[in-house]
């Protein structure tokens, strides 16, 4: 799968967090190839920040580029020397790019995070489709272009394939006594065809919670990411949405916006866009309240 960079201008700490959400979103939901900047943090790329700026915009399949006042203005060389200059260095290429052929660009779209950016869109990136992230569904869009969707005949599924991980080769497990469980467990997270549901049951003080920090190591390594909903002291629905939500925050742009019950089902919405698996964990499971 062809890489993914994101091309944007440092201009606050909040802006810069919405580029790496935005990131992550693709990274986790759609299993894209997204690179930026903020990834060679601390310390920088050791081919010096010139070179590899330029390297992400020659080398990448498709270019996401964040327009805001600073990046026009670097884009467009109205920039005071000195300044923003990994922007300024990226900008340059995609300028030249465009120029070299003649226009016909499948390759750069424009993102906006905020509607008043609409009027600091280069003018040799204006004739193009933007994606506007400040409404709602956009962002699905933006990952249906990405994965060459945008194509697609009337009435076919905009739902991209699921893409499974591989199970780990030679991961050796901590525990002797559960490998039906475990040889289970890795054949669910790699996509094969079973339930999708491991019920463990056990008396206490039989080793349960070491299985389970077992499960959610190996589900790491696997690059799958995972929330623990613990049930024990019959919390409210509220809050193990909540906490759905704090864990996969770039998973749950749905969930993040509604409260009350709505966001249960807003989170369902969320996970019904999902191409890559997700791990949920219900510790004490029967000890949920009566609203569950």
Not at 40 to 52: A, C, F, I, N, R
Request: charged share 25%; aromatic share 8%; with cysteine.
């Amino acid at each position: 799968m062809a890489k993914i960079f994101i091309s944007y201008s440092h201009d606050t700490e909040p802006y810069k967090q919405r580029v790496r959400d935005l990131a992550e979103y693709l990274r986790m939901a759609h299993g894209l190839d997204v690179a930026i900047d903020q990834d060679m943090l601390p310390g920088g790329p050791g081919e010096g920040w010139p070179h590899w700026s330029e390297a992400q915009v020659r080398l990448a399949g498709k270019v996401l580029v964040v327009c805001t006042e600073n990046y026009c203005r670097r884009y467009t060389g109205r920039e005071e020397i000195g300044t923003g200059l990994g922007s300024v260095c990226e900008a340059r290429l995609i300028h030249q790019e465009l120029y070299n052929t003649g226009g016909i660009n499948h390759k750069y779209r424009v993102i906006l995070f905020d509607e008043s950016c609409n009027s600091h869109v280069p003018d040799t990136l204006q004739a193009y489709h933007k994606f506007p992230l400040y409404r709602s569904a956009v962002r699905e869009e933006l990952a249906e272009w990405l994965l060459g969707k945008s194509n697609a005949p009337a009435g076919a599924s905009q739902t991209a394939a699921a893409v499974w991980p591989q199970a780990l080769s030679g991961y050796v497990w901590g525990m002797a006594d559960r490998k039906d469980l475990t040889a289970r467990f890795e054949r669910m997270l790699s996509g094969q065809p079973e339930r999708r549901v491991l019920l463990i049951s056990a008396e206490s003080n039989s080793g349960k919670t070491y299985l389970l920090g077992e499960l959610k190591n190996y589900a790491r390594q696997a690059g799958i990411v995972y929330s623990l909903l613990d049930c024990k002291g019959s919390l409210a629905l509220e809050d193990l949405l909540q906490s759905i939500v704090l864990d996969l925050r770039a998973l749950c742009p749905r969930g993040q916006q509604e409260k009350g019950s709505a966001r249960g089902w807003a989170i369902l919405e969320d996970f019904q866009q999902l191409t890559t698996p997700v791990l949920l964990t219900f510790d004490t499971y029967e000890a949920v309240s009566d609203d569950r």
